[in-house]
């Protein structure tokens, strides 16, 4: 996704605003004021290489110890900061394609805390749901895992589901993090801030707005997986996504349909009684 946006925009003959630099570096010095941690994940949809690579040298400058580490591992090798990251959709998908549906959420976190023992322990909540997913999770999960992550519908709404989820499970939520990583910039982020304050640690996955905020319209495109593929028999097992913004819905529709159903999913994406 990197390669096509910064070909698009170097065929298309756009360039940054002169004064992109001194923006990126202000957002850091907002965020460290305000006591917000954060982390880059702005690759995929990034102006260019150079553009990431800057802005990650300003936000080292200006923010200090409130940037936690980038989910580049190119540019966190180059400018010594932390490697962070946790997993993808297509993890989760790909589980439900091998387990079914229904087992999706349990069999792949357990797989991703047995693979990376214990360390990038923060789990994505949205692939078919959070309500499915904190359905699925369970309290030895919960304890075992640092914290969740958000990455669609109402943050403010999703964090409260985090919080209320740790402690019917006799769980501090702050004793926990609740990372946020949907399409965030510096007003959504001090918004969150102050709505999860005292309740639950928060922290920040910003994107685009760290890497494509140059004065061009930044490209709006994902990757997902439609499918696995058995390698003896050729044969091909559809998946799909169940985001918390229903307009996000992805996959081919017989997949759709049997989540649904496995699920105990209604039409219009919330959990069925």
């Not at 200006?62 to 980038?70: E, V, Y």
Request: hydrophobic share 40%; glycine share 8%.
């Amino acid at each position: 996704m990197a390669i096509i946006s910064e070909t698009f925009f170097e065929k298309t003959g756009q360039t940054p605003n002169p004064k992109w630099i001194e923006k990126t570096q202000e957002k850091g010095k907002e965020l460290q004021l305000a006591g917000a941690k954060f982390v880059d994940m702005g690759t995929r949809r990034r102006f260019s290489y150079f553009v990431q690579d800057k802005a990650v040298e300003a936000l080292k400058k200006s923010a200090g110890s409130s940037l936690l580490g980038t989910s580049n591992l190119h540019f966190a090798q180059k400018h010594k900061l932390t490697p962070v990251g946790t997993m993808a959709h297509e993890w989760i998908m790909a589980h439900s394609a091998m387990f079914g549906f229904p087992r999706a959420n349990e069999t792949a976190i357990q797989a991703w805390l047995e693979e990376y023992q214990g360390k990038l322990a923060v789990a994505l909540t949205d692939t078919f749901t959070t309500d499915i997913f904190l359905r699925d999770f369970g309290r030895d999960m919960a304890q075992k895992f640092v914290g969740l992550r958000q990455d669609s519908g109402n943050p403010k709404e999703i964090a409260d589901k985090f919080i209320n989820f740790y402690k019917s499970h006799g769980i501090d939520p702050m004793t926990k993090k609740a990372l946020f990583s949907d399409s965030l910039n510096v007003e959504k982020v001090l918004d969150i801030l102050k709505h999860c304050e005292g309740k639950i640690n928060s922290v920040f996955g910003i994107g685009t707005n760290f890497t494509n905020d140059v004065g061009v319209k930044p490209l709006n495109m994902v990757i997902k997986l439609m499918y696995l593929q058995s390698l003896q028999d050729k044969y091909k097992i559809n998946t799909c996504k169940f985001s918390d913004d229903p307009g996000k819905t992805s996959g081919a529709t017989d997949a759709v349909q049997r989540a649904q159903v496995e699920l105990g999913l209604n039409r219009d994406l919330s959990v069925a009684a």
